[in-house]
């Protein structure tokens, strides 16, 4: 259960990820906004909407959003900017592109599931490539960061991969939809597949949050790999949802892979997709459903 002694008063960003480049100052300026936000209403009672089975937005993410944005939007960078609760603001021209999750893990923090989940995801693109990117956890005060070229960082310190794993010894979590209607065939097909002989040690489905994929690479769990599912019908995995964890994690030497052709993804690709810091774990992986 979420921990009502979450430490008080503000976070502040790390200083050297403030000092790493001004695009990451400006990503981890713009995300800590929006986690002062969320920490201030830890156990306070708040309007929920339903979007769709297991859907959900509340007041929290659209004051989250405003406090992300206002940083963006006083940012010298001409970027078009990508927030999943409001409308694209599209600059025509513009080689950059923000995409903000100012609240991922909603379902989470509203029912209170665990201090680890919530988080909010701001990523900087430039020509479709990852430039820059921060993650904040509110809950617990971690922060993941990163920069091409320059390394991935927890709270000052660099990432590195763990040692390989084999699949009948990994833990794979699958991150489902709320909604069954919407479940993939593949996806339904591999979660049975990973749960006989010829599949992996432990299988779970924690409640949907992108920033799982730091777990991968940050050594606080043994979690091996994560699989989306994601349906072109219903979109679950938007590019707001992908584009930090996947920047992350790809310049920490990690892989986003498709789980139906093996080939690296993108923000924007739309279709079920295997997360690690192992890629020949997530070839294994794919290998079941081939």
């Given at each position: 259960?979420?921990?009502?002694?979450?430490?008080p008063?503000?976070l502040e960003?790390?200083?050297?990820?403030l000092?790493?480049?001004?695009?990451?100052?400006?990503a981890?300026?713009a995300?800590?906004?929006?986690?002062?936000?969320?920490?201030?209403?830890?156990?306070?009672?708040?309007?929920i909407?339903?979007?769709?089975v297991?859907?959900?937005?509340?007041?929290?993410?659209k004051?989250?959003?405003?406090a992300?944005?206002?940083v963006?939007?006083?940012?010298?960078?001409?970027?078009?900017?990508f927030s999943e609760?409001?409308?694209?603001?599209?600059?025509h021209?513009a080689s950059?592109c923000?995409y903000v999750?100012?609240l991922?893990?909603?379902?989470?923090?509203?029912?209170r599931?665990?201090?680890?989940?919530?988080?909010?995801?701001?990523?900087?693109?430039c020509?479709?490539l990852?430039l820059a990117?921060?993650?904040?956890f509110?809950?617990?005060?971690?922060?993941?960061?990163s920069?091409?070229g320059?390394?991935?960082?927890k709270?000052?310190?660099?990432?590195?991969?763990?040692s390989?794993?084999?699949?009948?010894?990994?833990?794979?979590?699958?991150?489902?939809y709320?909604?069954?209607?919407?479940e993939?065939?593949?996806?339904?097909?591999l979660r049975?597949?990973?749960r006989?002989?010829?599949?992996?040690?432990?299988v779970?489905?924690?409640?949907?949050?992108?920033?799982v994929?730091m777990?991968?690479?940050?050594g606080?769990?043994?979690?091996?790999a994560?699989?989306?599912?994601?349906?072109s019908e219903n979109?679950?995995?938007a590019?707001?949802?992908?584009?930090?964890?996947?920047?992350?994690?790809?310049e920490?030497?990690?892989?986003?892979?498709?789980?139906?052709?093996?080939?690296?993804l993108?923000?924007?690709?739309?279709?079920p997709?295997v997360?690690?810091?192992?890629?020949?774990?997530?070839?294994?992986?794919?290998d079941?459903?081939?």
């Amino acid at each position: 259960m979420q921990n009502s002694l979450v430490p008080p008063g503000p976070l502040e960003p790390p200083g050297h990820g403030l000092n790493l480049s001004s695009e990451v100052k400006t990503a981890l300026q713009a995300a800590t906004a929006g986690a002062n936000v969320i920490r201030q209403w830890i156990g306070r009672p708040t309007g929920i909407i339903e979007k769709g089975v297991g859907d959900l937005v509340s007041e929290v993410d659209k004051q989250a959003e405003r406090a992300v944005l206002d940083v963006l939007q006083a940012d010298p960078i001409r970027a078009t900017i990508f927030s999943e609760e409001s409308d694209p603001s599209i600059l025509h021209g513009a080689s950059h592109c923000w995409y903000v999750d100012p609240l991922d893990g909603t379902s989470a923090f509203l029912f209170r599931v665990g201090n680890p989940f919530p988080s909010v995801l701001v990523a900087l693109y430039c020509e479709d490539l990852p430039l820059a990117a921060a993650i904040v956890f509110p809950l617990t005060g971690e922060f993941f960061y990163s920069h091409a070229g320059l390394g991935a960082y927890k709270d000052q310190q660099r990432l590195a991969l763990p040692s390989p794993t084999r699949l009948e010894d990994a833990w794979i979590d699958m991150n489902q939809y709320g909604n069954a209607r919407y479940e993939t065939g593949m996806f339904a097909y591999l979660r049975n597949k990973l749960r006989t002989s010829q599949g992996a040690k432990l299988v779970t489905s924690f409640p949907p949050h992108s920033g799982v994929a730091m777990r991968l690479v940050d050594g606080t769990t043994g979690l091996s790999a994560v699989v989306h599912d994601n349906n072109s019908e219903n979109v679950k995995q938007a590019p707001w949802d992908i584009a930090a964890p996947q920047a992350i994690l790809l310049e920490a030497g990690g892989c986003f892979l498709s789980l139906r052709t093996g080939e690296p993804l993108g923000p924007k690709d739309c279709e079920p997709m295997v997360v690690s810091a192992d890629r020949e774990l997530a070839r294994q992986i794919i290998d079941l459903v081939c």
